[in-house]
């Protein structure tokens, strides 16, 4: 069994080489039992379940594939698609997994998540993701239709641009405490969101920032069930 972990793949029509990206990745670990997880920012942006297209009815197809070779998929919400649901990942047999999510691999203890909740300093967009999160008004936007989405989802993009120039480094990374809370009762931390592609030593516990997908590579982490927390590394993923 593999145990496979990537964050902020940020697919879409507009950059066809991530999306080729990820199908490699598929191919290559198709035939590794692997479970692989998905921590968020997968879309560049998600409309809503019921969105089509013909490029993600490729990617579609390809997860069917990989699902029905003995893999599993889980995903857990990013800041950009946390409209996606098991309406979408119920067509090659995904999961949707909380927010936060605890597992053992071996004997160490693991919680992932996508790190912006992590982000406790930006206080406005702690703010903002409370109230675009709240599931009332995300059961009133599912009603809209996919074009009044659309046009949100692109005015949040800029809005979200424009603010993050005003931003200091240090504001938009993870916050120290809010880390600690995270590692209470585990012994790794996994999450994406930041961009920061590193790993962190917290006394004997560790901090796994995964990377965002660039233009011909990304840092993932891939766990074997015996390997200990000091062999844990990043990976070089190539396409
Ligand atoms: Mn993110």
Not at 20 to 27: C, E, H, N, P, Q
Not at 173 to 185: F, G, I, K, R, T
Request: proline share 3%; net charge neutral; aromatic share 10%.
């Amino acid at each position: 069994m593999t145990y496979l972990f990537i964050s902020d793949l940020h697919l879409s029509p507009d950059h066809p080489r991530l999306v080729r990206g990820f199908l490699d990745l598929l191919t290559a670990y198709e035939n590794q039992q692997t479970q692989l997880y998905i921590l968020g920012d997968w879309f560049n942006a998600w409309i809503g379940d019921d969105y089509t297209a013909p490029w993600l009815d490729e990617i579609v197809d390809r997860l069917k594939q990989f699902t029905a070779a003995g893999n599993q998929i889980f995903f857990l919400a990013g800041n950009r698609d946390f409209v996606l649901g098991q309406n979408f990942l119920h067509q090659f047999s995904g999961q949707l997994l909380a927010d936060v999510h605890n597992l053992e691999i071996g004997s160490i203890r693991y919680r992932i998540e996508h790190g912006d909740a992590l982000c406790t300093d930006d206080i406005s967009y702690q703010r903002f993701r409370k109230v675009i999160r709240n599931p009332l008004l995300l059961a009133l936007l599912r009603k809209t239709p996919l074009s009044f989405r659309m046009k949100l989802a692109h005015g949040f993009r800029k809005k979200s641009q424009e603010s993050q120039q005003f931003k200091t480094y240090e504001v938009m990374d993870v916050n120290a405490s809010a880390v600690d809370s995270a590692l209470q009762e585990v012994e790794v931390l996994i999450h994406g969101h930041t961009h920061r592609a590193a790993i962190h030593r917290l006394g004997h516990k560790k901090r796994i920032v995964l990377g965002d997908w660039k233009l011909d590579h990304a840092e993932i982490l891939e766990i074997q069930p015996e390997q200990n927390i000091e062999s844990l590394k990043l990976k070089k993923w190539q396409y």
